[in-house]
Nanobody, 123 residues
Framework: QVQLVESGGGSVQAGGSLRLSCAAS????????MGWFRQAPGKEREGVAY???????MYTDSVKGRFTISQDSAKDTLYLQMSSLKPEDTGMYYC?????????????????WGQGTQVTVSS
C-alpha cells in the first residue's frame, strides 16, 4: 500500500516562502499523477497543483506564478515550492496519488493521501 508523508509546513508572514515535501513509498511503476491539495477551515478541499510522470503540470488559478510543483523520481519525492504567500493560502496541505491514466485537480479522483502539513500565512 502506498504511503505518503508530507513535511515542510509552518508559519510565515505574507510574502514569504515555504517548500513542502511529500515522501512516497511503495509507488508502482504505473504511477502517473500526483498532486497537492489544501483545505482551509470550514472550506472544501481544493486542488492546488498536479504533475504527471511525464512532467506535465497544472495549477489552480490562484497559485499560478507563485507555486511550483516538481518531483524527484529517484527519491520518490514530490515538492511544492510556494512563494509570495498570501493569508488566503493558509490551510492543511496534502499530497495525493492520482489515477494511472490521467490527471486532474479533483480530490475525488485521488486515492492515497498523506496526513497533511499545516501552512499558516499571517498578514
Amino acid at each position: 500500500q502506498v504511503q505518503l508523508v508530507e513535511s515542510g509546513g509552518g508559519s510565515v508572514q505574507a510574502g514569504g516562502s515555504l517548500r513542502l515535501s511529500c515522501a512516497a513509498s511503495r509507488l508502482s511503476s504505473s504511477t502517473y499523477c500526483m498532486g497537492w491539495f489544501r483545505q482551509a477551515p470550514g472550506k472544501e478541499r481544493e486542488g492546488v497543483a498536479y504533475i504527471t510522470r511525464l512532467g506535465t503540470t497544472m495549477y489552480t488559478d490562484s497559485v499560478k506564478g507563485r507555486f511550483t510543483i516538481s518531483q524527484d523520481s529517484a527519491k520518490d519525492t514530490l515538492y511544492l515550492q510556494m512563494s509570495s504567500l498570501k493569508p488566503e493560502d493558509t490551510g492543511m496541505y496534502y499530497c495525493a496519488l492520482g489515477p494511472d491514466a490521467y490527471c486532474t485537480l479533483r480530490p475525488l479522483d485521488f486515492g492515497a493521501w498523506g496526513q497533511g502539513t499545516q501552512v499558516t500565512v499571517s498578514s
